[in-house]
């Protein structure tokens, strides 16, 4: 039996769940990204080396699809305007680098689900083994999250997960 995906409903007027996968292991993650950067996939892919708790994509995610619907996204598309969200800076393709997969062997998938739910079939197109989102904090690096966050002099990580969210809803800072 494999994990199974983390499952959240998004804003209620939205219709639409979130569901997300984590894999290690990844052999095929050149296809995952061009299929992504096409549009052959809906979905975003996202390093897990920076997200501290599910909490984080669930926001970007709720913040995405918001967008949408109110014909406010800043990209093209609502699975970059997850990644967008994520990050702090206002610079598209920054965000785009710093929370999309590269070459990373651990991904989380993100899908955005309403009338119709294609996760499974892309989930078996993935070369790599599935995990549990409990096993999420194994694939953090907590060095790198205060870098992107711009928390390096934040004394206590107690708070980490408040101060990330608050800044990632208000893109508090300017940047660079």
Known sequence: MSPEPYTCALDPKTET?????LMRDVK????????????TWKCAVIKPSLILDILQVVVAA????????????VTKTVYSEILYNLSLTKNISQSLSKFGVEKDNSVLICFLVNETDESEDIINAIEGE??????????TNLK????AYKLNNLKSDLDLLDVIISRMVTKSFVSH
């Open 62 to 73: 709720n913040r995405a699809i918001l967008s949408e619907r109110s014909n406010t996204m």
């Open 28 to 39: 095929n993650v050149e296809t995952i990204r061009s299929n992504v950067i096409d549009g």
């Open 17 to 21: 769940r979130v569901k997300i996968y």
């Open 144 to 147: 790198d999250v205060k870098s």
């Open 130 to 139: 599935l995990c549990s989102l409990s096993e999420l904090n194994k694939f």
